[in-house]
């Protein structure tokens, strides 16, 4: 593999870059392939918004539903469609596996795209110990040739980055932020007191977002953020110029859209409003994860049109009812043929 010849200059600027409101981007499909079409869109629109960056095939876009070839694919359009802007927009590659060995190999193949850095997980289902976390991160920090934002989520990857684990991971030079999805109130605090000068903490707690804050985070990385994304940014931007009424008053008016989006397994029902939004062609969403329900459907529309947000004509209801298409990325010839 070709490695980069200079890791500390990207390191820094990822951390100059690592606040403020990022997107944890979703993957679009159609006819169970990644939508190109509607990629270029979604980056378009939010490209025009107050984001501070953009991560690509995490937990909200899928990723560990998508192949090799539909990873380093939709970072190549992302980088295209960003490209001559008059901002700079960093993106970060979401990675997610419980074998360390497999996933150097991942960061082996990945390290020449055109990144800036990762968002790593802990590894799920096995619950390693916290010497075990230590170890895992270290080494592929010690591997990768973009920066890492590591990832903790206990209540998906059953095991819990205590800040001890965290702390001794910060002082790698590699390891530059982290998202912060620990659900409790207390770890996180007691983090942000003790982190080393340098070491963000972006939560992506999306019903937390403003606690957070108000808590010295630095910024979130939240898949609400999808939907009224101005509102969602302001609330930062409120609390910096010491306007916490206003701040407050802004989060009142997005806090219920962290519940909404959260009602079934996300992405979901994020995918199912941006559709009616007209943003992306189609709701669609891979297997094991499923379309929202009628029930669900109705709710968002109901918030649409109260928020006064034009909805498509919606066609006869997509067919929940029936099984959807069981497709491999890897494998079928329909999804080959539209991504290329």
């Keep these: 593999m070709t490695r980069r010849p200079d890791t500390a200059r990207p390191t820094t600027a990822l951390q100059n870059q690592l606040r403020g409101l990022w997107l944890p981007l979703i993957t679009p499909f159609r006819d169970g392939a990644p939508d190109e079409q509607s990629l270029r869109r979604l980056i378009g629109h939010y490209a025009h918004s ?7 095939a995490a937990t909200s ?3 560990m539903t998508l192949s090799m070839t539909e990873l380093e694919r939709i970072v190549t359009v992302t980088r295209d469609k960003l490209a001559g802007r008059s901002r700079s927009i960093p993106v970060c590659l979401g990675l997610s596996g419980a074998d360390t060995s497999k996933m150097r190999d991942a960061l082996d193949e990945t390290g020449v795209w055109p990144i800036d850095g990762y968002l790593i997980a802990s590894p799920y289902y096995l619950r390693p110990s916290q010497r075990g976390l230590l170890q895992h991160f270290s080494a592929l920090a010690d591997h990768a040739s973009w920066p890492i934002v590591l990832y903790n989520i206990p209540y998906r990857s059953a095991v819990n980055l205590t800040n001890e684990t965290l702390l001794h991971l910060a002082g790698h030079p590699n390891i530059v932020g982290l998202k912060d999805c620990c659900a409790d109130r207390t770890q996180s605090a007691d983090l942000l007191r003790r982190r080393p000068p340098g070491f963000r903490v972006l939560t992506g707690e999306d019903a937390q977002y403003y606690d957070a804050l108000t ?9 609400s953020a999808h939907v009224e994304t101005d509102h969602f940014a302001s609330v930062q931007t409120l609390l910096r110029e010491g306007n916490h009424e206003a701040a407050a008053a802004r989060w009142q008016n997005v806090r219920d859209l962290t519940r909404l989006l959260f009602a079934e397994p996300s992405p979901a029902p994020a995918k199912y409003w941006l559709w009616r939004a ?15 329900g009628e029930a669900l459907a109705a709710q968002i529309d109901t918030e649409m049109a109260r928020r006064g947000i034009g909805v498509v004509s919606a066609p006869a209801r997509r067919n929940d009812t029936r099984p959807q298409k069981l497709l491999n990325p890897a494998s079928s010839a329909t999804a080959a043929a539209r991504w290329q």
């Design 215 to 223: 808590d010295g985070a630095d910024g979130a990385i939240l898949l």
């Design 50 to 56: 107050p984001i501070a960056g953009l991560v690509l």
């Design 61 to 63: 876009g899928e990723g």
């Design 278 to 292: 007209g943003l992306i062609e189609s709701a669609e969403v891979r297997l094991p994860m499923v379309e929202v």
